[in-house]
């Protein structure tokens, strides 16, 4: 089965530190790639995707992911992160068959001023 | 707002209750999908609905019951639960099945006492 990592479960940054938080995934085939985002007390919702092209792909809020196929990682950066960015991402695979949207655990962001 | 709003916010039932979630969808969006997300551990999927037909499954206990009865509403009807059955309940919609990005509700919170 299908399987998808996220290694950092916590993370603390202060304002203005670059992040990166990785995402690794198990299957060797086409894959759609998502971020989302959980901010304090709000609904899931969506980053960024990845679904065939470039790459290199930006979202909202000055985030950005790459897909690099060989290490089968989607990882999320952002080059100086905000208070504001506080919340948990949560990095999803889909793959196609059986309808099958698989999460990762989920990183807890937390930026401190 | 989400544009995919469920009903109740917080339930607590005991294990003989029988109780419903209510999931609404305002995106005129054609698949509809029930997860559970649960401390510590990835988002679990537990039920797919396209154009009203169930097309996942995802080996769930039969203490679940999904009901799709059209393309904007889905429920999950809930007959004795166990403790173990405490989660967040999110109810979620896309365009379609096939890896389109999804649109989250604020979920329920489901305590079983």
């Known amino acids: 089965a299908q399987s998808v990592s996220q290694h950092n479960h916590h993370v603390i940054l202060s304002e203005a530190a670059s992040l990166e938080l990785g995402c690794n995934y198990s299957y060797g085939g086409t894959v759609n790639l998502f971020w989302y985002v959980q901010y304090p007390g709000q609904h899931l919702q969506l980053l960024l995707k990845y679904f065939s092209g470039d790459p290199l792909v930006k979202g909202i809020k000055g985030f950005e992911a790459e897909f690099i196929k060989s290490k089968f990682s989607f990882n999320l950066r952002k080059p100086s992160v905000q208070w504001s960015d506080t919340a948990e991402y949560f990095c999803a695979v889909y793959t196609g068959g059986g309808n099958k949207l698989t999460f990762g655990t989920g990183t807890q962001l937390k930026v401190e001023l | 707002e989400t544009g995919v709003t469920q009903t109740p916010r917080h339930l607590v039932m005991g294990m003989t209750n029988k109780k419903s979630l209510k999931c609404e969808q305002h995106l005129g969006h054609n698949a509809m999908y029930w997860y559970k997300q649960s401390a510590k551990k990835p988002l679990e999927l537990m039920f797919v609905y396209s154009l009203e037909e169930r097309v996942e499954n995802n080996s769930v206990p039969s203490r679940f019951s999904p009901e799709c009865p059209n393309s904007s509403h889905l429920f999950l009807h809930l007959h004795t639960l166990q403790p173990e059955d405490s989660a967040l309940y999110l109810c979620?919609?896309?365009?379609?099945?096939?890896?389109?990005?999804?649109?989250f509700g604020n979920g329920t919170r489901l305590t079983v006492t």
């Open positions: 979620a919609s896309s365009q379609d099945p096939r890896g389109s990005p999804l649109h």
